[in-house]
């Protein structure tokens, strides 16, 4: 059997919004890649947990709360302690500009705000992870 | 670090990564494999099966839950299936078990079925084997009962539950799937609805028409998985079955030699497949065939047995 790219869709926060999460799983999904989508209200260590038992590429964030800065490094703290840095980390949301660079600084690969297409998304996902 | 090993001290990781390595078929894994089949045969397998949407997640959330109460290693494999179209999948049965996510004594893997020739049987039974050899005590496995392929998965565990929910008339649909021969236990989720009791007695019904398998009798529970109501009857109920497997040393030996015979037949048929491709390289493989079989050139059992003959010479 060929490799495939999985993805966990993630949507950690309290906004009950996941609507362009489900978009994105769909579009990876149509795309060939296998997607993990685990629900509503995840916490940066649930979804450390899951990307590591589910062995995943690349976790995609999607986050509309404002919390962005705290989740995304959370996350990337987790994947640090737990030895899983070549896991991809993407993001999504409604994310100010003036903090794209420093969540780029965190390692966060690629930011995506609204009105970004679904195929620059999957693009984005087959160049950077390597099968 | 050595993935056998850590795998077989419990570490999650090496778990992960040796699941991934059999689900891409990677020949490392299946070395693994080998190894690691020597460690199995220790964890209690519960497979539940059903139509989309009955429930089954939200049931193995609340088993998952029991099982840790009384401090057992739960480790789930959860099967979606892949898009015929695209070859990818959602794989959201995690979404009901998110209390777990956490607990360091449940391990969780979602899967995708990626389609052709046995290979979920294979890749599905390889990761039960995984979780049995790294120290699990129970491993549930959750299919979408629809193809063989499910019912195949469902066969290599120990105790099988057949889920249904009232009013999706999945019931005729179940019998012609061969479903109603697999399940050990019928379980009536979404027991909160109205129609619980006719779909129980059109169940019992139909049970009534199959023979007893082997001296067990199937019972039916009724359970509303989102509360928990009735999780306790089905686990006394699954316990029940496990003490009549263990009293019936013959039967559940049978169980085992019939699970490693079809784990060989799987095994086999792939390989055969893929010898058979091979062979029929120089002849544009099995679409060569394909071809002459569309302009009715010759038919497809003479294309069987033609390539068949390619094995002949030169056995390797
Ligand atoms: N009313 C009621 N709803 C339930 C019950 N059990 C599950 N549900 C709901 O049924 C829906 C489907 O539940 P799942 O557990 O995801 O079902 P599933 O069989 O795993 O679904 P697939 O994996 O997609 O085939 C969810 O919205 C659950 O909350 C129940 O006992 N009563
Ligand atoms: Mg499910």
């Known amino acids: ?131 | 670090m050595n993935l056998v090993e850590e795998a077989l001290k419990g570490n999650y990781r090496a778990i992960a990564r040796i699941i991934t390595m059999i689900e891409n078929d990677s020949p490392e894994g299946i070395a693994m494999m080998k190894e690691l089949h020597l460690h199995t045969g220790k964890a209690y397998v519960i497979g539940i099966t059903g139509a989309p949407g009955v429930g089954k997640s939200t049931l193995v959330d609340k088993i998952i839950e029991y099982l840790r109460n009384e401090k057992k290693k739960v480790g789930v494999v959860a099967v979606d299936p892949s898009s015929p179209f695209s070859g990818g999948a959602i794989l959201a049965d995690r979404i009901r078990m998110q209390h777990h996510f956490l607990d360091e004594g449940v391990f969780i893997r979602s899967m995708a079925t990626r389609g052709s020739f046995g290979g979920l049987s294979r890749t599905t039974k390889d990761a039960v084997k995984v979780l049995d050899a790294s120290g699990f005590d129970f491993i549930i496995i959750e299919t979408v009962g629809v193809g063989q392929d499910e019912v195949d998965v469902v066969k290599f565990s120990k105790t099988t539950l057949v889920a249904f929910a009232p009013g999706l008339g999945d019931e005729v649909q179940a019998m012609k799937a061969g479903i109603m021969e697999i399940g050990d236990i019928f379980v009536i989720n979404k027991a909160d609805r109205e129609d619980a009791d006719k779909t129980e007695m059109d169940i019992n019904a139909m049970l009534g028409l199959n023979p007893k398998k082997n001296g067990w009798v199937p019972i039916v529970v009724k359970t509303v998985a989102t509360t928990g109501e009735g999780i306790k009857e089905l686990m006394k109920q699954i316990d029940l079955h496990r003490d009549f497997l263990e009293k019936n040393t013959s039967f559940l030996y049978e169980k085992e030699i019939y699970k490693s015979e079809m784990e060989i037949a799987t095994i086999l048929k792939e390989k055969l497949f893929e010898r058979a491709l091979e062979k029929t390289k120089a002849e544009g493989g099995i679409r060569g065939y394909a071809e002459k079989v569309a302009s009715r050139e010759i038919d497809a059992y003479t294309a069987a047995e033609k390539i068949l003959d390619t094995f002949k010479c030169c056995s390797n």
């Open chain 1, 1 to 131: 059997m060929e490799k495939k790219i999985k993805v966990l869709i993630a949507k950690p926060g309290l906004d009950g919004h996941d609507r362009g999460a489900k978009i994105v799983a769909r579009a990876l999904r149509d795309a060939g890649m296998e997607v993990v989508y685990t629900g509503l209200h995840q916490t940066p260590e649930q979804i450390v947990a899951t990307a590591l038992q589910e062995d995943v590429d690349a976790i995609g964030v999607s986050i509309l709360s404002g919390s962005h800065n705290y989740q995304f490094n959370k996350i990337m703290e987790l994947l640090r302690d737990k030895k899983l840095e070549e896991i991809v980390v993407f993001g999504g949301g409604i994310i100010p500009d003036e903090d794209i660079p420093s969540l780029k600084q965190m390692g966060v690969k690629g930011i995506f705000t609204p009105g970004t297409s679904t195929e620059t998304i999957v693009n984005f996902v087959k160049e950077n992870i390597h099968k």
